[in-house]
């Protein structure tokens, strides 16, 4: 399954890598942090890693490295735009519960 992004979010991952000049793609992956347990991070790919694994959506490539696909293996990332606020949103069909403030979840 991977991980898949709606149109919306594939056209800001392709108009942010065009104005940085450069990029193959965008990294997804997970660290430990916050009350629940993990957080998501994005970074744009310039050199793709050995271990990587490769799922194009949209158009736009998106890496997952093996022990992050664990927790976002089905994740879709859209992007949306609610009043001043905008920003990446992860239907991630994994989580059981997020942090009151939304900045962490646990699977």
């Known amino acids: 399954m991977g991980v898949s992004l709606t149109e919306k979010a594939a056209e800001h991952v392709a108009g942010y890598l ?4 450069k990029g193959v793609g965008i990294r997804v992956s997970v ?24 799922f194009s959506s949209q158009g736009v490539d998106v890496f997952v490295d093996p022990k992050s696909l664990v927790y976002v293996d089905g994740t879709q990332m859209d992007y949306v735009k609610q009043g001043l606020n905008e920003g990446f949103e992860f239907k991630n069909p994994n989580v059981q519960s997020e ?9």
């Open 18 to 21: 065009a104005s940085r000049g």
């Open 31 to 54: 660290k430990t942090t916050g009350c629940s347990g993990l957080m998501y991070v994005m970074e744009p790919v310039d050199e793709i890693l050995p271990e990587d694994l490769r």
């Open 99 to 107: 942090c009151g403030c939304g900045e962490s979840f646990t699977v």
